[in-house]
């Protein structure tokens, strides 16, 4: 008998993230207020429970007025970000809380952020497509869905902000600079990740 495979949309989920519960009826930040590396925001729903899951399609929409364009000029007056752009924010997937473990095949991670090739600019959705034999295995305790951000080592500049922010102001009261008119500019605060909503579709093998 061919296999009888059922596609879902997740009307109701709860999520939570490295401070607690999260209230997912308004936009909030999936990695907390400061944001680094080894936060991460879970996605949980009674409907997984005892299925045969094959794959999530998970959507996240980012808040479009927070969002940077391009995180290179954003960043611009960071150290050391040559090159940066959204392939440098990374996240991995798991399936228990147990971060030691994973739930990737070949160390397999994902871009958190992506690209709209057609205005040439950081897009306000991300897709996140969880495919069983393909990149995750759900074989294992299955807790939700942790999205775990694992890189930048610097996450979204919270640590270098505030020396750099002195630095600059530092520089710019030097009684020379203020003669002259010679002022830095002010880096941009670190970006802080801020989702409007997510929209969770899965698939699974029907029982006969």
């Not at 440098?88 to 090739?117: E, G, P, W, Y």
């Amino acid at each position: 008998m061919k296999p009888h495979y059922r596609t879902n949309n997740i009307l109701k989920y709860e999520l939570s993230n490295s401070d607690g519960e999260v209230d997912n009826r308004m936009p909030f930040t999936p990695f907390g207020p400061i944001p680094e590396i080894g936060t991460f925001f879970k996605i949980s729903s009674k409907e997984w429970l005892n299925k045969n899951i094959s794959e999530i399609n998970i959507n996240i929409f980012w808040n479009k007025e927070s969002l940077p364009k391009d995180f290179l000029k954003y960043y611009a007056d960071y150290p050391n970000i040559q090159g940066l752009d959204h392939e440098f924010f990374k996240v991995k997937i798991n399936t228990s809380q147990n971060r030691q473990s994973s739930a990737l095949l070949n160390d397999h991670s994902f871009n958190l952020f992506q690209v709209n090739k057609k205005k040439a600019e950081i897009s306000y959705k991300s897709e996140f497509r969880l495919r069983v034999g393909e990149n995750i295995d759900f074989t294992n305790y299955f807790e939700g869905i942790y999205i775990i951000l694992i890189e930048p080592d610097w996450g979204f500049g919270n640590a270098i902000f505030p020396q750099l922010f002195s630095e600059v102001v530092l520089e710019n009261n030097r009684w020379l600079n203020r003669l002259l008119k010679r002022q830095l500019q002010l880096p941009n605060p670190p970006y802080i990740p801020i989702v409007d909503k997510i929209e969770i579709v899965y698939t699974y093998l029907k029982q006969p």
